[in-house]
Nanobody, 126 residues
């Protein structure tokens, strides 16, 4: 089993920044891909970005709406995933979830991830 705990959410004004963190614990040796998802009220869960953990991984993936504004990264030594969010927009308002799986498939889809955190809320006001 793998446990994921997110932190770093909050309320900011448009144009501001936030950094989300996701600490992984448990059997992390089984994890080779981690991702961030978000879900706004009344909408489906959306994949934001993913990254291959460990060495030798490919480039991170980003959904078009966050390219150039968000950066995903992973600290192998700390088993922690990050999402640096800059130039935030009101449409970025959502609950953000960390997810972990054994492989980064093309695209970021919830069914490809076995483990999920409880979420951290991000609110961006105009």
């Amino acid at each position: 089993q793998v446990q994921l705990v997110e932190s770093g959410g909050g309320s900011v004004q448009a144009g501001g920044s936030l950094r989300l963190s996701c600490a992984a614990s448990g059997y992390t040796a089984s994890i080779y891909c981690m991702a961030w998802f978000r879900q706004a009220p009344g909408k489906e869960r959306e994949g934001v970005a993913d990254i291959t953990t460990g060495t030798g991984g490919g480039s991170p993936y980003y959904v078009d709406s966050v390219k150039g504004r968000f950066t995903i990264s992973h600290d192998n030594a700390k088993n922690t995933l990050y999402l640096q969010m800059n130039s935030l927009k009101p449409e970025d308002t959502a609950m953000y979830y960390c997810a972990a799986g054994s492989f980064c498939y093309a695209g970021v889809f919830p069914q490809n991830y076995n483990y999920w955190g409880q979420g951290t809320r991000v609110t961006v006001s105009s």
